[in-house]
């Protein structure tokens, strides 16, 4: 299974952007999938997360209300709607897939694969 990012960009404060992530080699429609952010200097910090079905949605409290994630699966991907966006939220994103029961922890050990990161920077 690869994951791979996409939908990254240089954006204003108060800008949007959706961010895609697309399985190939296998589905990923049985798994969990988390979406993860670095910024420069800092660590991994869990961003959002969605159960296999789509039913189940997680986010961290500093995107909660400004994201919605979603699956498509007919498409075999994830979607990661930012709106609003700060400059605190620049960094690479990543999406990653876990094989085990779904967990609203974000915990970056619970993921198995993941993809390369798309890169969000917001500024003016």
């Known amino acids: 299974l690869q994951l791979a990012e996409s939908g990254g960009g240089l954006v204003q404060p108060g800008g949007s952007l959706r961010l895609s992530c697309t399985a190939s080699?296998?589905?990923?429609?049985?798994?969990?999938i988390g979406w993860f952010r670095q910024a420069p200097g800092k660590g991994r910090e869990g961003v959002s997360c969605?159960?296999?079905?789509?039913?189940?949605?997680h986010y961290s409290g500093s995107v909660k209300g400004r994201a919605v994630i979603w699956r498509d699966i007919a498409q075999n991907t994830v979607f990661l709607q930012m709106n609003n966006l700060k400059p605190e939220d620049t960094g690479t994103y990543y999406c990653?897939?876990?094989?085990?029961?779904?967990?609203?922890?974000?915990?970056?050990?619970?993921?198995?694969?993941w993809g390369q990161g798309t890169q969000v920077t917001v500024s003016s």
């Open positions: 990653a897939a876990s094989t085990q029961g779904y967990s609203d922890l974000l915990d970056t050990a619970d993921y198995r694969y």
């Open positions: 080699g296998a589905s990923s429609n049985r798994l969990n």
């Open positions: 969605i159960n296999q079905s789509g039913a189940l949605t």
